[in-house]
C-alpha cells in the first residue's frame, strides 16, 4: 500500500465549492475504488473502476464524479451537489477487481 | 446486493486474553472475505483474509475461520496486547454481476486491549 498516494491530506471547502481529491497508484493495478468514511462507521463506496476509461457507481455516488483517463490516477470531484461532504476520503487499488484491495493514506475533507 | 453484519461494535479485553469479532453476511456467492485493521486517523491496512474454499486460515497471533453454510466468519486474536487496539473491519467480496469486485464492510468493532 505504500505504493499509493492521495494529496492533499487535510482539505478545507467553502461552501458552493468544487474540490478534487487525487489518487494515485504506480503498482500497475487495474482496479480502483473511492471510499468514503464518517465518525465511528464504516467504508461506504462511492465509485469503483475496473479498467482505464470506465468506471462504475459505488451506494452513495450522489454529489460526486470520477474519471479514469489513466491506469495510475483516479481523482475524485467532490461537488457542490454533496449536502454533508465533511469526511474521511479513502483511495484504495487491487490488482484485479477480485483480489485484494490495498488503501492510500486518505484525505480529510472539512467544509467550512 | 450484500449486506455484511459485524459484532460487537466495541470489545474491551485485557493484555493477554484472547479477542472475537463476528461477521454474518447475506451473499451466498460471496467467496473472498479480508479483515483490515485501522488505527486513529491511519489507513487500513489489511491483517488476514480467506476464501470460500478454505475453513480456517492462521498467521501468528491471529486466525480466521468461515462456515460457508451458516454464512459467517469470524477473526480471533490470542495473546493480545496494547499494540492491537484499533478498529477493525470485516468485509465480502461481492461476485454478482456488474457488483463483481465489490468490497462490502461491516460496521467496525473498537478494540481495546487493557495493559
Known amino acids: 500500500d505504500g505504493g499509493i498516494t492521495q494529496s492533499p491530506k487535510y482539505l478545507f471547502r467553502k461552501e458552493g465549492q468544487n474540490v478534487t481529491l487525487s489518487c494515485e497508484q504506480n503498482l500497475n493495478h487495474d482496479a480502483m475504488y473511492w471510499y468514503r468514511q464518517d465518525p465511528g462507521q464504516g467504508l461506504r463506496l462511492i465509485y469503483y473502476s475496473q479498467i482505464v476509461n470506465d468506471f462504475q457507481k459505488g451506494d452513495i455516488a450522489e454529489g460526486y464524479s470520477v474519471s479514469r483517463e489513466k491506469k495510475e490516477s483516479f481523482p475524485l470531484t467532490v461537488t457542490s451537489a454533496q449536502k454533508n461532504p465533511t469526511a474521511f476520503y479513502l483511495c484504495?487499488?487491487?490488482?484485479?477487481?477480485?483480489?485484494?484491495?490495498?488503501f492510500g493514506p486518505g484525505t480529510r475533507l472539512t467544509v467550512l | 446486493g450484500e449486506n455484511v453484519e459485524q459484532h460487537p461494535s466495541t470489545l474491551s479485553v485485557q493484555e493477554g486474553d484472547s479477542a472475537v469479532i463476528k461477521c454474518t453476511y447475506s451473499d451466498s456467492a460471496s467467496n473472498y472475505f479480508p479483515w483490515y485493521k485501522q488505527e486513529l486517523g491511519k489507513r487500513p491496512q489489511l491483517i488476514i483474509d480467506i476464501r470460500s474454499n478454505v475453513g480456517e486460515k492462521k498467521d501468528q497471533r491471529i486466525a480466521v475461520t468461515l462456515n460457508k453454510t451458516a454464512k459467517h466468519f469470524s477473526l480471533h486474536i490470542t495473546e493480545t496486547q496494547p499494540e492491537d487496539s484499533a478498529v477493525y473491519f470485516c468485509a465480502a467480496h461481492e461476485e454478482g454481476g456488474t457488483s463483481y469486485g465489490k468490497l462490502t464492510f461491516g460496521q467496525g468493532t473498537i478494540l481495546t486491549v487493557h495493559p
Open positions: 484504495a487499488s487491487s490488482i484485479y477487481r477480485a483480489d485484494t484491495q490495498y
